[in-house]
Protein backbone atom coordinates (compact mmCIF):
# COMPACT_ATOMS: atom_id res chain seq x y z
CA UNK A 1 0.00 0.00 0.00
CA UNK A 2 1.04 3.69 -0.56
CA UNK A 3 -0.17 7.20 0.04
CA UNK A 4 0.13 9.62 -2.58
CA UNK A 5 -0.79 13.33 -2.30
CA UNK A 6 -1.17 15.64 -5.20
CA UNK A 7 -1.14 19.68 -3.98
CA UNK A 8 -2.96 22.46 -5.31
CA UNK A 9 -0.96 22.88 -8.29
CA UNK A 10 -0.96 19.17 -9.41
CA UNK A 11 -5.11 19.65 -9.68
CA UNK A 12 -5.41 23.74 -11.04
CA UNK A 13 -6.99 22.80 -13.72
CA UNK A 14 -8.58 19.95 -16.02
CA UNK A 15 -5.62 19.34 -18.05
CA UNK A 16 -3.45 19.00 -14.52
CA UNK A 17 -6.69 17.01 -13.07
CA UNK A 18 -6.08 14.22 -15.96
CA UNK A 19 -2.23 13.90 -15.58
CA UNK A 20 -3.03 13.07 -12.16
CA UNK A 21 -5.32 10.67 -13.43
CA UNK A 22 -2.65 8.85 -15.74
CA UNK A 23 -0.15 8.80 -12.64
CA UNK A 24 -2.57 6.92 -10.03
CA UNK A 25 -3.58 4.58 -13.24
CA UNK A 26 0.28 4.02 -13.30
CA UNK A 27 0.07 3.15 -9.59
CA UNK A 28 -2.70 1.05 -9.47
CA UNK A 29 -0.73 -2.18 -8.94
CA UNK A 30 1.22 -0.75 -5.60
CA UNK A 31 -2.66 -0.14 -4.25
CA UNK A 32 -2.78 3.66 -3.51
CA UNK A 33 -4.62 5.89 -0.81
CA UNK A 34 -5.20 9.58 -2.46
CA UNK A 35 -5.37 12.75 -0.99
CA UNK A 36 -5.34 15.93 -1.98
CA UNK A 37 -5.31 19.38 -1.77
CA UNK A 38 -7.62 22.04 -2.45
CA UNK A 39 -7.24 23.32 -6.17
CA UNK A 40 -5.20 25.87 -7.37
CA UNK A 41 -5.87 28.75 -4.75
CA UNK A 42 -9.47 27.86 -4.14
CA UNK A 43 -8.42 28.30 0.08
CA UNK A 44 -7.17 31.48 -0.14
CA UNK A 45 -10.44 32.66 -2.48
CA UNK A 46 -12.58 30.88 0.09
CA UNK A 47 -10.63 32.48 3.36
CA UNK A 48 -11.14 35.74 1.31
CA UNK A 49 -14.98 36.00 0.42
CA UNK A 50 -15.51 35.07 4.46
CA UNK A 51 -13.23 38.23 5.03
CA UNK A 52 -15.03 40.37 2.95
CA UNK A 53 -18.56 39.06 4.04
CA UNK A 54 -17.57 39.44 7.86
CA UNK A 55 -16.31 43.19 7.09
CA UNK A 56 -19.59 43.68 5.87
CA UNK A 57 -19.27 43.30 2.31
CA UNK A 58 -21.55 40.55 1.55
CA UNK A 59 -21.79 41.26 -2.40
CA UNK A 60 -17.93 41.07 -2.90
CA UNK A 61 -17.67 37.96 -0.86
CA UNK A 62 -20.50 36.15 -3.16
CA UNK A 63 -18.68 37.51 -6.02
CA UNK A 64 -15.49 35.83 -5.01
CA UNK A 65 -17.37 32.57 -4.58
CA UNK A 66 -18.52 32.93 -7.62
CA UNK A 67 -15.95 32.79 -9.83
CA UNK A 68 -14.84 29.86 -7.19
CA UNK A 69 -18.26 28.46 -8.93
CA UNK A 70 -17.41 28.73 -12.04
CA UNK A 71 -13.26 27.85 -11.80
CA UNK A 72 -14.79 24.05 -10.12
CA UNK A 73 -17.77 23.74 -12.80
CA UNK A 74 -15.32 24.05 -15.75
CA UNK A 75 -13.22 21.84 -14.55
CA UNK A 76 -15.61 19.28 -13.72
CA UNK A 77 -17.29 20.36 -17.23
CA UNK A 78 -14.18 19.41 -18.75
CA UNK A 79 -13.73 15.86 -17.14
CA UNK A 80 -17.68 14.80 -18.29
CA UNK A 81 -16.54 13.59 -21.53
CA UNK A 82 -16.30 9.76 -21.99
CA UNK A 83 -12.85 9.21 -23.25
CA UNK A 84 -11.58 5.55 -22.42
CA UNK A 85 -13.05 2.72 -24.62
CA UNK A 86 -11.33 0.00 -23.47
CA UNK A 87 -10.51 -2.60 -25.89
CA UNK A 88 -11.68 -6.35 -26.18
CA UNK A 89 -14.45 -5.47 -23.78
CA UNK A 90 -17.96 -6.89 -24.44
CA UNK A 91 -19.97 -4.05 -25.88
CA UNK A 92 -22.52 -4.74 -22.79
CA UNK A 93 -19.62 -3.81 -20.43
CA UNK A 94 -18.73 -0.47 -22.51
CA UNK A 95 -22.62 0.54 -22.08
CA UNK A 96 -22.14 -0.36 -18.27
CA UNK A 97 -19.19 1.85 -17.76
CA UNK A 98 -20.69 4.25 -19.77
CA UNK A 99 -23.57 3.92 -17.28
CA UNK A 100 -21.67 4.28 -14.11
CA UNK A 101 -19.46 7.43 -15.39
CA UNK A 102 -22.35 9.15 -16.15
CA UNK A 103 -23.99 8.93 -12.88
CA UNK A 104 -20.31 9.40 -11.01
CA UNK A 105 -20.40 12.69 -13.37
CA UNK A 106 -24.19 13.42 -12.37
CA UNK A 107 -23.31 12.64 -8.56
CA UNK A 108 -20.03 14.80 -8.32
CA UNK A 109 -21.57 18.28 -10.16
CA UNK A 110 -24.14 17.69 -7.65
CA UNK A 111 -21.98 17.46 -4.93
CA UNK A 112 -19.89 20.30 -6.00
CA UNK A 113 -23.48 22.23 -6.35
CA UNK A 114 -24.40 21.24 -2.73
CA UNK A 115 -20.98 22.26 -1.58
CA UNK A 116 -21.99 25.73 -2.66
CA UNK A 117 -25.44 25.61 -1.59
CA UNK A 118 -23.97 25.27 1.99
CA UNK A 119 -21.08 27.99 1.41
CA UNK A 120 -23.43 30.39 0.38
CA UNK A 121 -25.19 31.05 3.39
CA UNK A 122 -22.54 30.52 5.98
CA UNK A 123 -21.02 33.60 4.11
CA UNK A 124 -24.59 35.35 4.77
CA UNK A 125 -24.23 34.45 8.25
CA UNK A 126 -20.68 36.01 8.77
CA UNK A 127 -21.82 39.37 7.19
CA UNK A 128 -24.70 39.57 10.03
CA UNK A 129 -22.11 38.49 12.82
CA UNK A 130 -19.48 41.21 10.92
CA UNK A 131 -16.91 38.38 12.84
CA UNK A 132 -15.38 35.73 11.34
CA UNK A 133 -14.10 32.85 14.31
CA UNK A 134 -10.86 30.80 13.57
CA UNK A 135 -13.28 28.21 13.55
CA UNK A 136 -15.62 30.01 11.30
CA UNK A 137 -12.48 29.96 9.12
CA UNK A 138 -11.77 26.25 9.30
CA UNK A 139 -15.18 25.56 8.61
CA UNK A 140 -15.21 27.76 5.27
CA UNK A 141 -11.80 26.34 4.11
CA UNK A 142 -12.65 22.79 4.53
CA UNK A 143 -15.06 23.55 1.43
CA UNK A 144 -12.01 23.43 -0.70
CA UNK A 145 -10.42 19.84 -0.28
CA UNK A 146 -13.95 18.45 -0.49
CA UNK A 147 -14.48 19.93 -3.85
CA UNK A 148 -11.40 18.54 -5.20
CA UNK A 149 -11.62 15.00 -3.90
CA UNK A 150 -14.74 15.05 -5.10
CA UNK A 151 -13.68 16.51 -8.61
CA UNK A 152 -10.70 13.57 -8.50
CA UNK A 153 -12.76 10.91 -7.24
CA UNK A 154 -14.87 11.57 -10.27
CA UNK A 155 -12.11 11.91 -12.23
CA UNK A 156 -10.84 8.19 -11.39
CA UNK A 157 -14.14 6.55 -12.21
CA UNK A 158 -14.51 8.01 -15.31
CA UNK A 159 -11.59 6.43 -16.44
CA UNK A 160 -12.47 2.93 -14.98
CA UNK A 161 -10.89 3.12 -11.58
CA UNK A 162 -12.78 1.80 -8.76
CA UNK A 163 -12.61 5.51 -6.52
CA UNK A 164 -14.29 6.22 -3.66
CA UNK A 165 -13.94 9.21 -1.72
CA UNK A 166 -13.99 9.28 2.19
CA UNK A 167 -14.18 12.30 4.51
CA UNK A 168 -11.59 12.64 6.38
CA UNK A 169 -13.03 14.18 9.28
CA UNK A 170 -14.44 10.39 9.78
CA UNK A 171 -10.89 9.64 11.20
CA UNK A 172 -8.64 13.07 11.11
CA UNK A 173 -9.55 13.58 14.87
CA UNK A 174 -7.86 16.76 16.14
CA UNK A 175 -7.89 18.88 19.55
CA UNK A 176 -9.50 21.94 18.89
CA UNK A 177 -7.16 24.95 18.37
CA UNK A 178 -8.67 25.85 15.06
CA UNK A 179 -6.80 26.85 11.85
CA UNK A 180 -3.31 24.96 13.08
CA UNK A 181 -5.30 21.99 14.92
CA UNK A 182 -3.08 19.43 16.26
CA UNK A 183 -3.78 15.45 15.17
CA UNK A 184 -4.88 13.28 18.31
CA UNK A 185 -3.17 10.60 16.77
CA UNK A 186 -4.37 7.42 19.50
CA UNK A 187 -7.79 8.78 18.46
CA UNK A 188 -7.42 9.22 14.66
CA UNK A 189 -4.92 6.22 14.42
CA UNK A 190 -7.19 3.17 14.92
CA UNK A 191 -10.02 5.57 12.37
CA UNK A 192 -7.57 5.64 9.29
CA UNK A 193 -7.17 1.66 9.75
CA UNK A 194 -10.64 1.03 10.63
CA UNK A 195 -11.81 3.34 7.37
CA UNK A 196 -9.07 2.90 4.62
CA UNK A 197 -7.89 -0.37 5.10
CA UNK A 198 -10.85 -2.78 4.20
CA UNK A 199 -11.13 -0.32 1.25
CA UNK A 200 -7.91 -0.55 -0.30
CA UNK A 201 -8.48 -4.38 0.75
CA UNK A 202 -11.50 -4.58 -1.13
CA UNK A 203 -10.10 -3.26 -4.24
CA UNK A 204 -10.92 0.37 -3.77
CA UNK A 205 -8.97 3.27 -4.04
CA UNK A 206 -10.19 5.57 -1.44
CA UNK A 207 -9.62 10.06 -1.94
CA UNK A 208 -9.79 11.51 0.95
CA UNK A 209 -9.03 15.23 1.57
CA UNK A 210 -5.74 16.75 3.06
CA UNK A 211 -5.48 19.37 5.81
CA UNK A 212 -9.03 19.19 7.19
CA UNK A 213 -9.71 17.00 10.11
CA UNK A 214 -12.80 17.04 13.09
CA UNK A 215 -12.51 17.60 16.74
CA UNK A 216 -14.25 14.54 18.46
CA UNK A 217 -17.38 16.64 19.06
CA UNK A 218 -17.72 16.59 15.07
CA UNK A 219 -16.70 20.59 14.63
CA UNK A 220 -14.39 21.33 11.52
CA UNK A 221 -10.86 21.69 11.85
CA UNK A 222 -7.92 22.59 10.08
CA UNK A 223 -4.44 21.54 10.08
CA UNK A 224 -2.42 24.67 8.81
CA UNK A 225 -1.40 26.43 5.92
CA UNK A 226 0.27 23.28 3.32
CA UNK A 227 -0.93 20.73 6.03
CA UNK A 228 -2.15 17.97 3.35
CA UNK A 229 1.41 16.82 3.12
CA UNK A 230 1.01 16.08 7.02
CA UNK A 231 -2.48 14.32 6.62
CA UNK A 232 -0.60 11.92 3.98
CA UNK A 233 2.39 11.12 6.65
CA UNK A 234 -0.59 10.72 9.15
CA UNK A 235 -2.34 8.84 7.35
CA UNK A 236 0.61 6.71 5.59
CA UNK A 237 2.47 5.90 9.22
CA UNK A 238 -1.24 4.84 10.49
CA UNK A 239 -1.32 2.14 7.76
CA UNK A 240 2.06 1.48 7.98
CA UNK A 241 2.43 1.70 4.35
CA UNK A 242 5.25 1.20 2.00
CA UNK A 243 5.81 4.85 0.46
CA UNK A 244 4.67 7.87 0.61
CA UNK A 245 4.63 10.13 -2.23
CA UNK A 246 4.27 13.82 -2.12
CA UNK A 247 3.40 15.22 -5.77
CA UNK A 248 4.01 18.41 -6.26
CA UNK A 249 5.61 20.87 -9.04
CA UNK A 250 9.23 20.85 -8.93
CA UNK A 251 11.39 17.69 -9.13
CA UNK A 252 11.94 17.01 -5.47
CA UNK A 253 13.86 18.75 -3.39
CA UNK A 254 16.19 20.78 -4.83
CA UNK A 255 19.63 22.66 -3.62
CA UNK A 256 17.71 25.87 -3.71
CA UNK A 257 13.95 27.10 -4.10
CA UNK A 258 13.98 26.91 -8.06
CA UNK A 259 11.36 29.47 -7.58
CA UNK A 260 14.48 31.98 -6.74
CA UNK A 261 17.11 29.89 -8.39
CA UNK A 262 16.12 28.27 -11.65
CA UNK A 263 19.62 26.74 -11.70
CA UNK A 264 18.78 24.81 -9.03
CA UNK A 265 19.49 21.33 -9.04
CA UNK A 266 17.60 18.28 -7.31
CA UNK A 267 18.76 16.10 -4.38
CA UNK A 268 18.24 12.69 -5.40
CA UNK A 269 18.48 11.62 -2.03
CA UNK A 270 18.17 12.89 1.60
CA UNK A 271 18.07 12.43 5.32
CA UNK A 272 14.91 12.98 7.59
CA UNK A 273 17.45 14.74 9.97
CA UNK A 274 18.25 16.92 6.74
CA UNK A 275 14.95 17.52 5.53
CA UNK A 276 13.30 18.06 8.92
CA UNK A 277 16.16 20.88 9.16
CA UNK A 278 15.10 21.93 5.52
CA UNK A 279 11.26 22.59 5.89
CA UNK A 280 11.51 24.31 9.51
CA UNK A 281 14.03 26.84 7.88
CA UNK A 282 11.65 27.90 5.05
CA UNK A 283 11.91 25.03 2.51
CA UNK A 284 8.55 25.31 1.48
CA UNK A 285 8.22 22.15 -0.55
CA UNK A 286 7.26 20.28 2.51
CA UNK A 287 5.17 21.14 5.53
CA UNK A 288 7.23 20.83 8.22
CA UNK A 289 5.79 18.18 10.67
CA UNK A 290 5.32 15.95 7.63
CA UNK A 291 8.30 14.21 8.22
CA UNK A 292 7.86 13.10 11.91
CA UNK A 293 5.50 10.67 11.73
CA UNK A 294 7.14 8.94 8.51
CA UNK A 295 10.62 8.97 10.65
CA UNK A 296 9.84 7.50 13.56
CA UNK A 297 8.01 4.22 11.05
CA UNK A 298 11.01 4.59 8.86
CA UNK A 299 8.61 5.14 5.96
CA UNK A 300 10.74 6.73 2.73
CA UNK A 301 8.95 9.77 1.59
CA UNK A 302 8.93 10.88 -2.37
CA UNK A 303 8.69 14.04 -4.08
CA UNK A 304 7.78 13.96 -7.58
CA UNK A 305 7.03 16.38 -10.23
CA UNK A 306 3.10 15.74 -11.37
CA UNK A 307 4.49 18.02 -14.54
CA UNK A 308 6.83 15.56 -15.14
CA UNK A 309 6.61 11.86 -13.84
CA UNK A 310 8.86 10.24 -15.10
CA UNK A 311 12.19 12.53 -13.74
CA UNK A 312 14.05 10.85 -10.61
CA UNK A 313 12.23 13.33 -8.21
CA UNK A 314 14.23 13.21 -3.73
CA UNK A 315 13.66 10.29 -1.74
CA UNK A 316 14.20 11.18 1.77
CA UNK A 317 15.53 7.88 4.06
CA UNK A 318 16.83 7.12 7.60
CA UNK A 319 20.18 6.90 6.40
CA UNK A 320 21.29 9.06 3.37
CA UNK A 321 24.33 7.93 1.61
CA UNK A 322 27.56 9.75 1.62
CA UNK A 323 28.12 12.87 -0.15
CA UNK A 324 31.38 14.25 -1.62
CA UNK A 325 29.29 17.71 -1.49
CA UNK A 326 28.44 18.35 1.90
CA UNK A 327 25.86 20.39 2.01
CA UNK A 328 22.59 19.15 0.15
CA UNK A 329 20.50 22.86 0.30
CA UNK A 330 20.33 26.55 1.02
CA UNK A 331 16.87 27.41 3.03
CA UNK A 332 15.66 30.77 3.46
CA UNK A 333 12.99 32.26 5.47
CA UNK A 334 12.10 35.88 5.33
CA UNK A 335 11.20 38.42 7.19
CA UNK A 336 12.10 36.99 10.35
CA UNK A 337 12.31 39.90 13.72
CA UNK A 338 15.52 39.15 16.34
CA UNK A 339 14.58 39.67 19.53
CA UNK A 340 17.52 40.32 21.72
CA UNK A 341 16.83 39.95 25.66
CA UNK A 342 19.41 41.49 27.95
CA UNK A 343 19.44 40.58 31.89
CA UNK A 344 20.11 43.71 33.99
CA UNK A 345 22.02 40.52 35.93
CA UNK A 346 19.61 40.99 39.24
CA UNK A 347 18.23 37.54 38.92
CA UNK A 348 20.47 34.57 39.13
CA UNK A 349 21.68 33.27 35.19
CA UNK A 350 19.55 30.19 35.09
CA UNK A 351 16.84 31.46 36.36
CA UNK A 352 16.74 34.69 34.04
CA UNK A 353 16.60 32.03 31.13
CA UNK A 354 14.05 30.07 33.02
CA UNK A 355 11.76 32.81 32.80
CA UNK A 356 12.70 33.60 29.00
CA UNK A 357 11.51 30.55 28.10
CA UNK A 358 8.51 30.44 30.50
CA UNK A 359 7.32 33.37 28.75
CA UNK A 360 7.93 31.52 25.14
CA UNK A 361 5.58 28.47 26.76
CA UNK A 362 2.94 30.89 27.90
CA UNK A 363 2.50 33.10 24.62
CA UNK A 364 3.36 30.37 22.76
CA UNK A 365 5.95 32.73 20.42
CA UNK A 366 7.53 30.14 17.90
CA UNK A 367 11.26 30.85 18.06
CA UNK A 368 13.03 29.62 15.01
CA UNK A 369 16.31 30.09 16.64
CA UNK A 370 17.85 30.62 19.93
CA UNK A 371 20.85 32.13 20.77
CA UNK A 372 22.20 32.41 24.45
CA UNK A 373 25.10 34.07 25.99
CA UNK A 374 26.70 35.40 29.73
CA UNK A 375 23.65 37.71 29.58
CA UNK A 376 21.73 37.38 26.44
CA UNK A 377 19.37 35.80 24.65
CA UNK A 378 18.84 36.27 21.11
CA UNK A 379 15.60 34.96 19.36
CA UNK A 380 14.46 34.52 15.78
CA UNK A 381 10.88 34.56 15.95
CA UNK A 382 7.65 35.63 12.84
CA UNK A 383 7.53 39.41 12.85
CA UNK A 384 3.67 38.74 13.35
CA UNK A 385 4.58 37.09 16.87
CA UNK A 386 6.23 40.27 17.78
CA UNK A 387 8.25 40.36 21.00
CA UNK A 388 5.23 42.20 23.43
CA UNK A 389 5.03 39.51 25.53
CA UNK A 390 8.83 39.28 26.10
CA UNK A 391 8.77 43.13 26.51
CA UNK A 392 5.81 43.61 28.95
CA UNK A 393 6.80 40.39 30.77
CA UNK A 394 10.42 40.39 30.93
CA UNK A 395 10.85 44.64 31.42
CA UNK A 396 11.59 44.20 35.28
CA UNK A 397 14.27 41.82 34.44
CA UNK A 398 15.67 43.08 31.16
CA UNK A 399 16.16 44.76 28.47
CA UNK A 400 14.30 43.74 25.18
CA UNK A 401 15.02 45.17 22.02
CA UNK A 402 13.95 44.18 18.41
CA UNK A 403 15.35 43.86 15.27
CA UNK A 404 13.07 43.94 12.07
CA UNK A 405 13.42 42.72 8.45
CA UNK A 406 15.75 40.02 9.34
CA UNK A 407 16.13 36.92 6.97
CA UNK A 408 17.94 33.06 8.40
CA UNK A 409 20.19 31.44 5.85
CA UNK A 410 20.27 27.96 6.39
CA UNK A 411 22.89 25.64 4.72
CA UNK A 412 21.81 22.15 5.19
CA UNK A 413 23.68 18.89 4.53
CA UNK A 414 24.79 15.17 7.01
CA UNK A 415 27.28 16.04 9.64
CA UNK A 416 28.03 19.54 8.81
CA UNK A 417 29.81 20.15 12.33
CA UNK A 418 32.69 17.38 11.11
CA UNK A 419 33.09 18.89 7.63
CA UNK A 420 36.64 20.82 7.78
CA UNK A 421 37.03 23.94 5.77
CA UNK A 422 33.16 24.60 5.53
CA UNK A 423 33.06 27.78 7.53
CA UNK A 424 35.70 29.23 5.62
CA UNK A 425 34.56 28.37 2.30
CA UNK A 426 30.70 29.97 3.84
CA UNK A 427 32.91 33.66 4.45
CA UNK A 428 34.78 33.37 1.81
CA UNK A 429 31.81 33.19 -0.43
CA UNK A 430 30.46 35.62 1.82
CA UNK A 431 33.87 38.02 2.80
CA UNK A 432 31.90 41.34 2.20
CA UNK A 433 29.14 40.49 4.54
CA UNK A 434 27.52 41.36 8.20
CA UNK A 435 25.56 38.53 10.16
CA UNK A 436 23.70 39.51 12.68
CA UNK A 437 23.96 35.53 14.29
CA UNK A 438 25.99 33.02 13.30
CA UNK A 439 25.39 29.53 15.26
CA UNK A 440 26.47 26.03 14.18
CA UNK A 441 25.96 23.33 16.48
CA UNK A 442 22.79 23.63 17.69
CA UNK A 443 21.78 20.74 15.04
CA UNK A 444 24.91 18.72 13.37
CA UNK A 445 23.06 18.98 10.18
CA UNK A 446 22.96 22.68 9.59
CA UNK A 447 24.74 26.08 9.65
CA UNK A 448 22.58 29.18 9.91
CA UNK A 449 23.16 32.83 9.11
CA UNK A 450 21.02 35.59 10.26
CA UNK A 451 21.36 38.54 7.31
CA UNK A 452 19.16 41.60 6.50
CA UNK A 453 15.86 40.59 5.10
CA UNK A 454 16.70 42.25 1.67
CA UNK A 455 19.82 41.19 1.04
CA UNK A 456 19.59 37.30 1.53
CA UNK A 457 18.57 36.34 -2.00
CA UNK A 458 22.01 37.70 -2.72
CA UNK A 459 23.47 36.02 -0.06
CA UNK A 460 21.77 32.65 -1.03
CA UNK A 461 22.81 33.04 -5.08
CA UNK A 462 26.33 33.52 -3.73
CA UNK A 463 26.50 30.39 -1.75
CA UNK A 464 25.00 28.41 -4.32
CA UNK A 465 27.14 29.30 -7.10
CA UNK A 466 29.80 28.85 -4.66
CA UNK A 467 28.76 25.18 -2.93
CA UNK A 468 27.39 23.41 -5.85
CA UNK A 469 30.26 24.21 -8.37
CA UNK A 470 30.90 20.81 -8.69
CA UNK A 471 28.38 18.61 -6.75
CA UNK A 472 28.45 15.23 -6.43
CA UNK A 473 26.35 13.40 -9.60
CA UNK A 474 25.20 10.25 -7.00
CA UNK A 475 23.17 12.38 -4.75
CA UNK A 476 22.38 15.58 -7.30
CA UNK A 477 20.37 15.27 -10.63
CA UNK A 478 19.92 18.57 -13.14
P1 LIG B 1 1.99 21.98 -3.30
O1 LIG B 1 0.88 22.85 -3.76
O2 LIG B 1 2.21 20.79 -4.20
O3 LIG B 1 1.92 21.60 -1.85
P2 LIG B 1 3.97 23.98 -2.63
O4 LIG B 1 3.83 25.25 -3.39
O5 LIG B 1 3.49 23.91 -1.23
O6 LIG B 1 3.34 22.81 -3.52
O7 LIG B 1 5.51 23.53 -2.61
C1 LIG B 1 6.26 23.47 -3.79
C2 LIG B 1 7.08 24.74 -3.92
O8 LIG B 1 8.09 24.74 -2.91
C3 LIG B 1 7.87 24.84 -5.20
O9 LIG B 1 7.09 25.40 -6.22
C4 LIG B 1 9.08 25.68 -4.81
O10 LIG B 1 8.97 27.03 -5.27
C5 LIG B 1 9.05 25.70 -3.29
N1 LIG B 1 10.36 25.37 -2.70
C6 LIG B 1 10.98 26.07 -1.72
N2 LIG B 1 12.16 25.55 -1.42
C7 LIG B 1 12.33 24.46 -2.20
C8 LIG B 1 13.36 23.48 -2.34
N3 LIG B 1 14.49 23.51 -1.61
N4 LIG B 1 13.18 22.50 -3.24
C9 LIG B 1 12.05 22.45 -3.98
N5 LIG B 1 11.06 23.34 -3.90
C10 LIG B 1 11.17 24.34 -3.02
MG1 LIG C 1 2.59 22.38 -0.10
Request: a negative charge.
Amino acid sequence: MIVMKFGGTSVQDAPSVERVVKIIHKHLPLRPVIVVSAMGKTTRRLLRAAELAASGDLTAGLDQLDELRNYHAEILQSLLTVETQPTGTRLREIENLIHDIAVSAVEARSDVDGYFGEIEPLLTGLSILRELTPRGRDRIASYGELMSSTIVTHALRRVGVNAVWLDARAFMMTDESYTRARPLLDIANPKIVEHIRPRVQAGQVPVTQGYIGSTTHGITTTLGFEGSDYTAAIIGAALDVEDIQIWTDVNGIMTADPALLPEARTVKVISFAEAKELTHFGAKVLHPKTLFPAHEKAIPVHIYNSRQPDAPGTVITTDAPPSRTPVKSIAYKKPISLVTITSHGSSPRLQFFKQVFDVLERAQLFTYLAVVSELNVVLAVDPSEAAEPLMLELKREANVSLTPDQAILCLVGEDLTQVPGLPADVFEALRDWRFNVISQGGSAHSLVLIVGANEVEKALRRLHDWLFQDSDPEVFAC
